[in-house]
């Protein structure tokens, strides 16, 4: 009898130990296994798509340094009215492959903003080097389309641009639009190297890029190696509200030859 008690006893102690362990939620401390988050699974690999005829030996993968987690876990839908690929949900970015000995051109370059008064911080903190999501490491831009742009003081190769909105939850921003010149006004040689304003409403063309919810990945853009001395970003509003957000934007490419 007494060995039928303490079994007893002993199943519902593991049973009440095993719903604390279900019913607590998963935190953005919690340390996963690796660098990824738990559970998260990984996209394909992808190679730049101006290096296809270059040998895998003059490739290397584009390490980014990722700021902090702030949530984890995915959306369980998008809004009806975005583009997010489902499929991608949850998951991480796999390598992306690009030539080698890549250059980090943005730390610290000048930044000009469409809203020369914003509403918090100011521009030197797109290119300052911080990506965290905490209060004080973003700009905040009134409502409507706003822009930021990054002057590399000359003319690159641009292979990649890594640009982070805001991540203290999953958000997404509206008519994403990158696009690279040497003319610091962007009215000639204007190419755009992302476009996600599939109903041309920021009159900037008609987009065939997705919409994606914010994260502490971040968006990394394939350059390709398009030349240009400036890059513009634009944005108009996101799904908590209305006002622009930039906290990091990098670009990574080589001095153009």
Known sequence: MRSFKHLLLAG???????SLITLRPVLAEDKPEGDKPAAAG???????????????????????????????????APPKDTTVDLKSLGKRRGK????????????KAPVKM????????????????SKEGTDGNWVELGPGQQWVQIDLK????????????????????????IQVSDDKDFITDVKTIFNNDQ???????IGKDREYFESDE???????????????CYSKGNTSDAQNHYIEVEVWGKPAK
């Open 12 to 18: 519902i102690a593991g049973l009440a130990v095993c």
């Open 42 to 76: 990984a996209l394909p690999d992808t190679k730049s798509e101006g290096a296809k005829d270059l040998k895998d030996a003059d490739l290397e993968e584009l390490k980014v340094e990722l700021p902090k987690p702030l949530f984890t876990g995915t959306p369980k």
């Open 96 to 107: 992306f492959l690009a030539p080698k000995g890549l250059q980090l051109l943005s730390l």
């Open 114 to 129: 469409s809203d020369e008064n914003p509403i918090i911080g100011d521009a030197t903190v797109v290119t300052d080097g």
């Open 154 to 177: 000359k003319s690159a190769e641009i292979w990649a641009v890594a640009l982070w909105h805001y991540h203290a939850e999953a958000r997404v921003y509206r008519d994403v639009v």
């Open 199 to 205: 109903d041309n409403s920021s009159g900037l063309g």
């Open 218 to 232: 971040g968006k990394l853009i394939d350059g390709a190696g398009v030349k240009g001395r400036y890059v513009r």
